[in-house]
């Protein structure tokens, strides 16, 4: 999202139909925290996932189990997210991209689980997270791609 206003340390963002439509954004209320990074410069150097910053849609906490080093969580998503998951590709789960460590389909979708390091935690709002929560998702930008050339071949 693009920053129209900045003042005091605080940012002021514009929210479309669209973006309310397929985040939980709209479920924000004032001072909770959001995760917040500059997108790459074109030309810097990829050292992790192909993202893009655009949220497909959103997901649901099903578990979160907290050990010493770290938290695996598994989230609940409808089967138009779910086809895009594999094991050890990527995910963003409000705005920090992450490793899948799981996938299971199911009749009505498919859950994931990730696993959050103390660093994560520290540094993100996903240290937040309880039990039941809604999260904005974001898929492998790759597995889009294929499927729309597949989709559109001649």
């Given amino acids: 999202m693009t920053v129209v206003k900045e003042e005091h340390g605080e940012l002021t963002f514009d929210l479309g139909r669209e ?9 924000l209320k004032p ?19 192909l993202v893009s910053g655009h949220i497909d849609g959103v997901g649901q906490v099903v578990t ?3 050990n010493p ?3 695996l969580i598994k989230i609940e998503v409808p089967k138009k997210l779910g086809k895009y998951l594999i094991k050890k590709g990527s995910v963003v789960l ?12 199911h009749d009505q979708g498919s859950q994931f689980s990730v ?9 993100t709002n996903l240290k937040h997270l ?11 930008m790759i597995a889009k791609f ?9």
Avoid: F, Y
């Fill in 94 to 105: 409000n705005g920090v991209s992450l490793t899948v460590n799981e996938v299971e389909d």
């Fill in 69 to 71: 080093d770290g938290w």
């Fill in 130 to 140: 309880t039990k039941g929560d809604h999260v904005n998702i974001e898929t492998d």
């Fill in 146 to 154: 294929i499927e729309r050339l597949i989709a559109t071949r001649s």
């Fill in 19 to 27: 973006t309310l439509q397929l985040t939980c954004l709209g479920q």
């Fill in 64 to 66: 979160i189990n907290a």
């Fill in 31 to 49: 001072h909770d925290h959001v995760n917040v990074e500059r997108a790459m410069q074109l030309g810097s150097r990829i050292g992790g996932h």
């Fill in 115 to 123: 696993m959050l390091i103390p660093q994560t935690l520290q540094v």
